[in-house]
């Protein structure tokens, strides 16, 4: 139940004449309180709605017209009482359509009789309705003359024909939209159908694409593994003649045999030495080959590092035969590793090789640290370097550095694409870092276990 402030103004409903008279002073209270036209012609038409329905009834009603503090908003309240209790009923049902013109309509039986509660919320641009104002406007309430019903009847044709107006304003301006979203929707459609159409098409050409990449890819395949086997056939075909070239040579060159002159001992020579990088090359080749088709299984053990960098040191000791240059092979700070040793021996070994061969004075060295659960082996040489283009060509299959020159022995460009074939193998990856004329960092990463 709605509270009852202190009144605007009361009017007592006896006659069906006073519905018209009602209906003018529910208009007039709500113009002076800030209502808009339409909410003033919705209250007063709610009003004189139930003031009809309770007269239907038989019994006259007195209204009483007041403004009140409705939560956070300002509201008019009407409450229009009936003598008859008892007719709560039959009032909710012939005012239920009532409801849609007011924010709350509310029917209350009691002992003394029956009564209907209407409020509409005043905008939020209407300025505070003060004490003096509501004095000013119960005076002017007090003054008001009502119309003749012929006047009341005249003000209703024009409010319903504003009303039809502004339903016809907004009809069209709904066909209007309605228009313009038909024409966005075909538009949107269309654009939907051409979507559709251009992401088929693309899909069919993504097939197309996938299954041209399959076939590329098993072709790939096919000639990877067909030059894997070529280069272990040819070069297990080329060792025994290769090295039968080698050892006629040494026979030709030994003291034993018939001596030779200085040209022929030169190009016996020549020969030992041209079939000796042969002979490095072949063995390239075929350890590459067998890296590649997957034919080299580790053997898994405990590696001690101390044993393997002191063979290291004794092997390679021999090729660092420029004094310019410091070779080093530093005390492994970790113990052991979990590997394979003749393949850990392997790459380590070709990028000491690899090292000392481009490296005319300064330093080469190997070291190796722990680095969370992996070790980290690093080979440094303070040769040439590569520059930073060329770092990952580098470990190519046959690739070498334009300008580069070996200092001692050539270079076959397999040693690099096949240590880092060994890393994978191993677990663990092989990285280059270099500067040109500052020297390069070879880091070989491994699980330590």
Known sequence: MIGAPEPLMRLRLRVEQDLFVVRQLGREVAREVGLEQQDQTRLATALSEVGRVIMAGGSGADVTFAVRQDGVHTAIQVAVESPSPGDGPRLRDGLAHVGRLVDKLEVEDGETGTVVWMARRLPASVPRLTPDRMDEIRAGLGRHVPSSPVDELHVQNQQLIAALDEVRSQRDELARLNAE????????????????????????????????????SEQLASANEAKSRFLAN????????????????RLLADGASDPLTEEQERQVGLIRSSAGDLLTLVNDLLDLAKAEAGRIEPNWEQVDL???????????????????????????????IRSDEVLLARVLRNLLTNALKFTAEGEVRLSVRAVGADLEFTVTDTGTGIPA?????????????????????????????????????LGGALRAESTVGGGSTFTLRLPAS
Request: charged fraction near 25%.
């Open 181 to 216: 979203l038909e024409e966005t929707n075909r538009g949107v459609m269309a654009l939907y159908h051409q979507l559709s159409e251009e992401l088929d098409e693309t899909n069919r050409g993504v097939v197309a694409l996938y299954a041209e990449l399959d076939d590329k």
């Open 234 to 249: 040819v070069s297990h075909e080329l060792r025994a003649p290769v090295t039968a070239v080698i050892g006629l040579s």
């Open 306 to 336: 101390r044993a393997m960098f002191g063979q290291l040191r004794g092997t390679l000791r021999p090729l660092a035969t420029r004094p310019e240059v410091d070779f080093r092979i530093d005390e492994p700070a970790v113990a052991s």
């Open 389 to 425: 283009e060329l770092l990952e060509r580098i470990f190519e299959e046959f690739y070498q550095v334009p300008g580069s020159k070996a200092l001692s022995g050539k270079g076959t460009g397999l040693g690099l694409p096949y240590a880092r074939r060994l890393a994978a193998i």
